[in-house]
């Protein structure tokens, strides 16, 4: 697991982030809200620990703009913000859980780790040889790993579970996308065509007129 960490206290961010390193977590770390942000719109991460008051850009600011823009990473705030009114901001802006500093680091590991299992962030999808991470974004062949984006990770997800059925693009659209965001016919089309490259195999059947049939022999 990837994670992004933002804290400004630079004995702290050591410590975390050694202590998250020995569990086996990899961890960026950053100072400045503004650097994390860029470096969260470059790079996939699979949590974010968010520390408020940080120069630039609070961590306030970072999670609604990122929950805005659809991005539904998973956030933990560590922060000396202890009040009410704060911590029901932050879960108002979409936070996963909020962790009071000082903490001890293994509540903040058994934090990460229910959050791991919550949205089961490692759950693997096998099919025809490969390996299929879907909230990672990660298609797996060999010792060969894919970077997909997140909502071709979600369609094809959608068809591997559909597998052997017909689905429409509305049906797609239906489970993938919420109402208030909803694509296009040709824009399902261009993430099937994506997704089609990835592989040497042809598994999306076109049903004209009805739709696509996820084909795994």
Known sequence: MKILLLEDDIILQEIIEEFLA?????????????????AI?????????????????????????????????????????????DLKKGFELGADDYLKKPFELEELRARIEHIVRLYRLQEEIEFDGMKFIP??????IGDEVTEI???????????????GKIVSCDEIIENVWSDDSAPTHATIRTYIKNLRKMFKKEYFENIKGEGYRFNIV
């Not at 961590?59 to 998973?74: A, K, W």
């Not at 909230?135 to 797996?140: L, P």
């Not at 984006?149 to 597998?163: D, G, H, N, P, T």
Request: charged share 25%; net charge negative; no cysteine.
């Open 22 to 38: 020995e569990n086996g977590y990899e961890v960026e770390s950053f100072y400045d809200g503004e650097k994390a942000l860029d």
């Open 149 to 163: 984006r997140q909502k071709e990770a979600q369609v094809l997800e959608y068809f591997i579970r559909s597998a």
């Open 135 to 140: 909230k990672a974004h990660q298609i797996i």
């Open 41 to 85: 719109g470059g790079n996939r991460y699979d949590m974010l620990l968010l520390d408020v008051n940080v120069p630039n850009i609070d961590g306030f600011e970072i999670l609604s703009y990122l929950r805005e823009i659809g991005n539904t990473t998973p956030a933990i705030y560590i922060t000396s913000l202890s009040g009410i009114a």
